[in-house]
């Protein structure tokens, strides 16, 4: 198992863009989760091994998660940022929340995955 490690942060102005790198290994699938100040880990976008892909309501249509199998790397680009989207991003793989393993939705599984140590996005208005 790779430990993951994201890269690509950043402090950008609303509407603008960011993609964030991981580079991990997985046997079920590999995610993105995020954490603004006093407010809980939420899931972000999953793809697992299968290569189906769920995305949190709140970014659909304007993030996209992805894959490079061959460089153990996932990828979320993420466009039209909006401040709410500020927040720690963190890399993630094996993960399981009370709905099941890989899923986003539902509360953390504590203990559970493989967890990168985060990113940092900031958009600002």
């Known amino acids: 198992q790779v430990q993951p490690v994201e890269s690509g942060g950043g402090s950008v102005q609303a509407g603008g863009s960011l993609r964030l790198s991981c580079v991990t290994s997985?046997?079920?699938?590999m995610g993105w989760f995020r954490q603004a100040p006093g407010k809980e880990r939420e899931g972000v976008a999953v793809i697992d091994s299968r290569g189906v892909i769920d995305y949190v309501d709140s970014v659909k249509g304007r993030f996209t998660i992805s894959q490079d199998k061959a460089k153990n790397t996932q990828y979320l680009q993420m466009n039209s940022l909006k401040p709410e989207d500020t927040a720690m991003y963190y890399c993630a793989a094996d993960f399981r929340t009370s709905h099941g393993t890989c899923y986003i939705r539902g509360t953390l599984k504590a203990g559970v995955g493989y967890w990168g140590q985060g990113t940092q996005v900031s958009v600002s208005s």
């Open positions: 997985s046997r079920y699938c």
